[in-house]
C-alpha cells in the first residue's frame, strides 16, 4: 500500500474559523510533510516530522499549526487565516533513513473566504 | 534564484510527438527524482536517478542524469493525451535528508 489520504478534498472557511486538515498513511514511514502550492507553482514545503517530532519548520505563520499525533497521522490546524492562504495543501510521506522518495496524498483545495 | 530551472514553462503538442523537457542547475546533487502532477491532484513519484549518466526507462518515458550531476532531461516518446500534466523535477536540499526542493516546473499538454 503506497496511498496517501487526504481529507477533506475541498474546504471553504472564513477568516474567522478553525478547521483542521488530515492526513494518513500506512507505508510505515517515519517522516512526514506539508506542502502549501499555489495554482501553477511548485509545492512549497511548509514542515516535517520526524518520528513524530516537528524537525522544520519554514517559517510559516503561526495561523497554521501542525500536529502529529502518532507515526500514521499527520493534522494541520487551521485558524484565523487570510484570502492569501487558499492554495492546495499537500501531505507527503517518506522513510526516515536518507531516503528522499515521498510519497504524495491528493491535497486538499482550501479556499479562505 | 531559483535553484532548480526547468525549460520549457510550457508545452503544448500533438498525440504521438516527441518531447524533452530539461532541469537545469549550477549545483551538484546526489540523487534527482521527477514527478509528474495531474490537475487536482499530488505530485506522483516517477523516478530517481542518483548516477552521474544514469539513464532509466520507464514504458515511453526515458529520464537521463547529466554526467556532472547538475542537470536531468525527461524524454517523451509517442506523447498520449494521458501525459498530460506538471513535471516537476525535484532535489534534496544539500545537508538535508528529508528537504525536497522543487523546479519551476514544465506543463505539458497533449491533445488529440
Known amino acids: 500500500d503506497t496511498e496517501v489520504t487526504q481529507t477533506p478534498k475541498h474546504l471553504v472557511m472564513g477568516m474567522t474559523n478553525k478547521k483542521s486538515l488530515k492526513c494518513e498513511q500506512h507505508?510505515?514511514?517515519?517522516?512526514m510533510y506539508w506542502y502549501k502550492q499555489k495554482a501553477k507553482k511548485p509545492p512549497e514545503l511548509m514542515f516535517v516530522?520526524?518520528?513524530?517530532?516537528?524537525?522544520i519548520n519554514e517559517s510559516v505563520p503561526s495561523r497554521f499549526s501542525p500536529e502529529c499525533p502518532n507515526s500514521s497521522l499527520l493534522n494541520l490546524h487551521l485558524h484565523a487565516l487570510q484570502p492569501e492562504d487558499s492554495a492546495l495543501y499537500l501531505c507527503?510521506?517518506?522513510?526516515?533513513?536518507?531516503?528522499?522518495?515521498?510519497?504524495f496524498g491528493p491535497g486538499t483545495r482550501l479556499t479562505v473566504t | 534564484t531559483q535553484l532548480l530551472e526547468q525549460s520549457p514553462q510550457f508545452l503544448s503538442i500533438q498525440e504521438g510527438e516527441n518531447l524533452t523537457v530539461y532541469c537545469n542547475s549550477s549545483?551538484?546533487?546526489?540523487?534527482l527524482q521527477w514527478y509528474r502532477q495531474e490537475p487536482g491532484e499530488g505530485p506522483v513519484l516517477l523516478v530517481t536517478v542518483v548516477t552521474g549518466g544514469e539513464v532509466k526507462k520507464l514504458k515511453r518515458l526515458t529520464f537521463q542524469f547529466g554526467d556532472a550531476r547538475k542537470d536531468s532531461s525527461l524524454h517523451i516518446t509517442a506523447a498520449q493525451p494521458g501525459d498530460t500534466g506538471l513535471y516537476l523535477c525535484?532535489?534534496?536540499?544539500?545537508?538535508?535528508?528529508?528537504?525536497?526542493?522543487f523546479g519551476t516546473g514544465t506543463r505539458l499538454q497533449v491533445t488529440l
Open positions: 549545483s551538484v546533487f546526489s540523487s
Open positions: 525535484a532535489v534534496p536540499l544539500p545537508g538535508t535528508a528529508s528537504k525536497l526542493t
Open positions: 507505508m510505515g514511514h517515519r517522516a
Open positions: 516530522y520526524s518520528y513524530e517530532k516537528l524537525s
Open positions: 507527503a510521506s517518506s522513510q526516515y533513513g536518507g531516503s528522499y522518495e515521498q510519497y
